[in-house]
């Protein structure tokens, strides 16, 4: 059974440009959450989607940034018109249906993006 | 406000030696907790949960952690280290009252002398 998968691994943009980060969640896992890790901090929340659904992004920047889930195909975290600020870890982790066990939440290996 | 307190950024133990890693948090709900490993350039790793019942937990790679309802402490303890436990540790906590959103420690990061 494949973890949770995100790609691309490693990402560098430079200031002004588009970063579209994927993530695929476990198997038989319907929620989608998303961190970010900036240098020497712990992981903080950004947002929470289940399909076609955006449940909680409290921690979501106004502006610049969005998340999908789609029916089909993998999360979607989009920053536009990236600055050096966003570079950091983001991280994706996946959760089963509540019914389920939904407390506990799977990460995939992350994206680090370099913003130039 | 919830919050989560790792007071240790580095700890360093010699090879063999017991090994205990202090969390502490703030929560105004009823808290489920979580202990998290990530080696360098890697995701996180779940190594143990507390949701209810027995307050000492077992996880994997001989890690266990006691919940302490009244200090409010998650911490995680290893009987004897080995070189390879060597990474950042990670305590979280989170609550279907507060949406599921993990809220997490800054993180402690265990050197092993060999």
């Known amino acids: 059974n494949a973890g949770v998968m995100q790609n691309p691994r490693h990402l560098v943009r430079r200031r002004g440009q588009e970063a579209r980060l994927r993530c695929s969640p476990m198997?038989?896992?319907?929620?989608v959450y998303w961190y970010r890790q900036l240098p020497e901090e712990g992981l903080k929340f950004m947002v929470y989607?289940?399909?076609?659904?955006?449940?909680?992004e409290s921690g979501m920047p106004k502006e610049r940034f969005s998340a999908e889930f789609p029916k089909e195909g993998p999360s979607i975290l989009r920053i536009q018109q990236v600055v050096r600020g966003d570079s950091a870890a983001y991280f994706c982790?996946?959760?089963?249906?509540?019914?389920?066990?939904?407390?506990?939440?799977?990460f995939g290996p992350g994206t680090r993006l370099l913003v130039l | 406000a919830q919050s989560v307190t790792q007071p240790d950024i580095h700890i360093t133990v010699s090879e063999g030696a017991s090994l205990e890693l202090r969390c502490n948090y703030s929560?105004?709900?009823?808290?489920?907790l979580f202990w998290y490993v990530q080696s360098p350039g890697q995701g996180l790793q779940l190594l143990l949960k507390?949701?209810?019942?027995?307050?000492l937990v077992q996880g994997i790679k001989g890690f266990e952690a006691e919940f302490k309802r009244s200090q409010s402490s998650f911490n995680l303890r290893k009987p004897s280290v080995h070189w390879s436990d060597a990474a950042e540790y990670f305590c979280?906590?989170?609550?279907?009252?507060?949406?599921?959103?993990?809220?997490f420690g800054a993180g402690t990061i265990l050197r092993v002398k060999s």
């Open positions: 929560y105004g709900a009823t808290p489920y």
């Open positions: 979280a906590v989170g609550s279907w009252e507060y949406g599921n959103k993990l809220v």
């Open positions: 989607l289940q399909k076609e659904n955006i449940i909680d």
């Open positions: 507390y949701f209810s019942g027995d307050t």
């Open positions: 982790a996946s959760s089963p249906p509540v019914s389920s066990g939904g407390e506990t939440q799977y």
């Open positions: 198997k038989g896992h319907s929620h």
